[in-house]
Nanobody, 120 residues
């Protein structure tokens, strides 16, 4: 089993910054991808950013240039630095970690979610 512990959410004014962290622990042989998703009230969960073990990243168009995802492989931790926050960034942010179980099988784990609220 894998446990994910998120931290760093909160309330910030528009234009401000927050940094989210997610630490993975437990039965982790190898991590395929780490990432962040978000879900605003009344909307579906959407991708924010992902990063693979080699360091390649992928961002939603809405956050490109404002958010930066990074990871510390030694600590099995992923970070999301969020700058120039907008009210539309308000959502519950979920950490996602895909763990490699076998050469042909992997499994996604989700954090409990952390609230980010941006006031105008």
């Amino acid at each position: 089993q894998v446990q994910l512990v998120e931290s760093g959410g909160g309330l910030v004014q528009a234009g401000g910054s927050l940094r989210l962290s997610c630490a993975a622990s437990g039965s982790i042989a190898s991590i395929k991808t780490m990432g962040w998703y978000r879900q605003a009230p009344g909307k579906q969960r959407e991708l924010v950013a992902t990063i693979i073990s080699g360091g390649s990243t992928n961002y939603a168009d809405s956050v490109k240039g404002r958010f930066t995802i990074s990871r510390d492989n030694a600590k099995n931790t992923v970070y999301l630095q969020m700058n120039s926050l907008k009210p539309e960034d308000t959502a519950v942010y979920y950490c996602n970690v895909v763990v490699i179980i076998s050469p042909v099988y992997d499994w996604p784990y989700w954090g409990q979610g952390t609230q980010v609220a941006v006031s105008s």
